[in-house]
């Protein structure tokens, strides 16, 4: 009978100690409850309803006239519904801004966008502006005067260490009505990269990696800190079978921040440029360039009359260092110089043949002066394109790739580019006619077309693309 009182005794002391330790406050309740309790009003569910062009007729086989004969009615559009989530993080008065992934409303532009706040109220959205290079996008409604929002609180992703809690909200599953379902766990690792989430991955990418359960649907919420803070925007999954297995990523919300802040004051993300085509280091180089560790980047290509070259970079260097910061690897690099500031100072460190440098660059921004130079990047702000040259990083990965043509590196959502069906990977080959090689000649192509344009108020730009699916397609753009 002794034993078993001790016994007792014993559980129940450890129970207290156990008891004591659990994340509780005065009532018994987790912390999570009141952390969540407003906050999740913030989230928002989204619903994109469009009509998508098929191009049916000019695909494989149905362009052949046998099928043409059989089929003549094919359908030359599809509607897509697709939902997310998203979360308001601003509001002037009645305007009321929502930060989530670009994916989640990538057809917007060619249908409608419906909003619904907690309270089952449902707006129209307009796009304020998007960025594929990111995943990260801003819309907009306009609520009733007597409609109360609450808006999210921005914390800073940048204080984050593995093993801090981590809160997610979002709506799983689209359709199951599961809206502003929390899930909570941990942060699983930061500065995640070089992840590959299919066709549309993002160039930037810096992710927090948590086991708080994410699944389809959950894209464009927020991540959540102890203090109620988001700390990152809800993006992708990893698992063999579409669902959670506690692997989920989120965008930090230092790097949202900067983005939606940008496509608010200007509708496009200013980042800044250098002028070099950077490679990952490996075990192998490191070796042949006698480092004793793996870091850095080493520059491939140095870009002619950009900042890079006028710092003195040359081919074969490795940035180890900038801003007195250590360069981890080509992702980290990227995001590091994009942010830097256009007309800003950097001071880099490298090393070339074995010896340590220190270099200064000063930042600039990538428009469309670079592409008169012949530089390998071209952005059209009122037609919504970008184009890299073949030979640029970005279409280093391309498996088939063709003779001559420039590459589509950014779509803008809204714009004539985006009306007319491109995508990230298309190849323009033609223009009007003329082959375009390089990216000078996109260039000089659209001037041209710009100044038919005055004598032909309806001019219509006629370019042959590759389609990233690997068909040939005519495309027709209509300069705004």
Do not use: C
Not at 206 to 230: H, R, W
Not at 314 to 328: F, L
């Amino acid at each position: 009978m002794k034993r078993v009182l001790m016994a007792f005794l014993f559980a129940m002391g450890l129970f207290s100690i156990l008891f004591a330790e659990l994340p509780v406050n005065d009532k018994g309740r987790s912390p999570f409850v009141e952390i969540v309790k407003e906050l999740r009003e913030s989230v928002v569910h989204i619903r994109v309803e469009a009509q998508i062009e098929t191009n049916l007729r000019s695909q494989g086989p149905w362009s052949d006239d046998f099928f043409k004969y059989f089929f003549p009615q094919l359908p030359e559009s599809r509607e897509s519904v697709s939902m997310g989530s998203g979360f308001i993080f601003e509001q002037k008065g009645e305007e009321v801004f929502i930060m989530t992934n670009a994916h989640v409303i990538e057809n917007g532009d060619k249908g409608t966008i419906t909003v619904t706040l907690a309270d089952k109220a449902k707006y129209q959205a307009e796009i304020i502006g998007t960025d594929t290079l990111s995943d990260i996008a801003v819309i907009k409604i306009e609520v009733d005067r007597n409609e109360k929002v609450v808006v999210a609180d921005l914390g800073d992703s940048d204080d984050l260490e593995i093993g801090d809690w981590a809160i997610a909200i979002g709506n799983p599953f689209g359709g199951l009505g599961l809206d502003r379902t929390v899930t909570v766990g941990v942060i699983s690792a930061t500065n995640r990269s070089d992840l590959n989430f299919g066709k549309d991955s993002p160039v930037y990418q810096d992710y927090i990696q948590t086991d708080a359960a994410i699944n389809p649907g959950n894209s464009g919420g927020p991540l959540i800190n102890i203090y109620g803070e988001v700390i990152g925007v809800n993006a992708a999954i990893t698992s063999p079978a579409g669902g959670n297995v506690g692997i989920g990523f989120a965008i930090p919300v230092n790097l949202a921040r900067k983005v939606s802040n940008d496509l608010m004051k200007d509708g496009r993300v200013i980042r800044a440029y250098l002028g070099i085509l950077p490679q990952q280091m490996t075990s192998e180089l490191a070796k042949a360039m006698k480092m004793d560790r793996i870091y850095g980047v080493l520059v491939a290509k140095v870009e002619q009359e950009t900042p890079a070259e006028k710092a003195g970079l040359k081919e074969g260097d490795v940035i180890i260092e900038v801003d007195g910061k250590e360069v981890p690897d080509v992702s980290r690099f990227r995001i590091m110089i994009a942010d830097g500031g256009v007309g800003q100072r950097i001071k880099m460190k490298v090393i070339r043949k074995g010896e340590t440098k220190d270099l200064t660059a000063i930042l600039e921004e990538k428009t469309d002066e670079i592409v008169s130079t012949g530089r390998t990047s071209q952005t059209v702000d009122d037609i919504g394109l970008e184009v890299q040259s073949l030979d640029s990083e970005f279409a280093a990965n391309l498996q088939d790739k063709p003779d001559f043509g420039v590459i589509v590196s950014n779509v803008s959502q809204g714009t004539p580019a985006s009306k007319a069906g491109f995508s990230r990977g298309d190849i323009i080959q033609q223009i009007n006619g003329k082959e375009i090689k390089t990216v000078k000649d996109f260039n000089n192509a659209i001037s041209e077309a710009r100044k038919e344009r005055e004598k032909d108020d309806e001019k219509i730009v006629l370019m042959h693309v590759l389609k990233r699916n690997g068909a040939y397609q005519f495309v027709t753009l209509q300069l705004d």
